[in-house]
């Protein structure tokens, strides 16, 4: 079924910028809400950001908010994560993660992990000097 693969991490400097990028392949996003989580060694897994699949709706962590963007393109069917003024402290293995779209109101989480059923390999980011 679907399949994630994250790509575009590296290295680089405080204050630099990366954007990640989820390619998908087995299936069409335009049903998925997508979030995108990261964990740090010693570190539990944490939510980022997330969009929903209508990308009206978006939602980011407070310690992202302001920095980082989430947006897809159906066309594409990839997921990115711009990242800009970046921290020693969001240094992580960062992966994207996707769900089917929940009848309701639009919308996604970046808490409630166990929401996501296709899980990307991560990407690594590091942030240093």
């Known amino acids: 079924q679907l399949q994630l693969v994250e790509s575009g991490g590296g290295l680089v400097h405080p204050g630099g910028s990366l954007t990640l990028s989820c390619a998908a392949s087995?299936?069409?996003?335009?049903?998925?809400?997508i979030g995108w989580f990261r964990q740090a060694p010693g570190k539990e897994r944490e939510g980022v950001s997330c969009?929903?699949?209508?990308?009206?709706?978006?939602a980011y962590a407070d310690s992202v908010k302001g920095r980082f963007a989430i947006s897809r393109d159906n066309i594409k069917n990839t997921i990115y994560l711009e990242m800009n003024n970046l921290k020693p402290e969001d240094t992580a293995v960062y992966s994207c993660?996707?769900?089917?779209?929940?009848?309701?109101?639009?919308?996604?989480?970046?808490?409630?992990?166990?929401?996501?059923?296709?899980w990307g390999q991560g990407t690594q980011v590091t942030v240093s000097s």
């Open positions: 993660a996707a769900h089917r779209s929940l009848p309701g109101p639009d919308g996604c989480s970046v808490v409630a992990q166990a929401l996501y059923r296709y």
């Open positions: 087995g299936s069409t996003l335009d049903d998925y809400a």
């Open positions: 969009i929903s699949s209508s990308a009206l709706s978006t």
